[in-house]
């Protein structure tokens, strides 16, 4: 059974951090690239960051670039998000994707909130 768990998440004030993981079971983890999505109220879904199947490139979202980072551990089969100086806006539900190599096959976890609030 494929399963993606994200957690993390929570109430942070601006300009504070949070670490995101999504923990990966009941596929070829290392074969996936993984991407990280988010989606605010009434906004459509948006992605944050994608990282290649052994982690050699990464790749960002104009507004989250140099605040956020994207990292993965084959060996445990979990991918991270690093926040780093949260704005407000970057309040949204978070969700975990892993794409096969060609894109045909996909799974999505069942997110994490992140608020950013005072």
């Known amino acids: 059974q494929v399963q993606l768990v994200e957690s993390g998440g929570g109430l942070v004030q601006p300009g504070g951090s949070l670490r995101l993981s999504c923990a990966a079971s009941?596929?070829?983890?290392?074969?996936?690239?993984m991407t990280w999505y988010r989606q605010a109220p009434g906004k459509e879904r948006e992605l944050v960051a994608t990282?290649?199947?052994?982690?050699?490139?990464?790749n960002y979202a104009d507004s989250v670039k140099g605040r956020f980072t994207i990292s993965r551990d084959n060996a445990n089969n979990t991918v991270y998000l690093q926040m780093n100086s949260l704005k407000p806006g970057d309040t949204a539900v978070y969700y975990c994707?892993?794409?096969?190599?060609?894109?045909?096959?996909?799974?999505w976890g069942q997110g994490t909130q992140v608020t950013v609030s005072s």
């Open positions: 994707n892993a794409a096969s190599r060609w894109g045909n096959i996909q799974y």
């Open positions: 009941g596929f070829t983890f290392s074969t996936y690239a």
């Open positions: 990282i290649t199947r052994t982690g050699g490139t990464t």
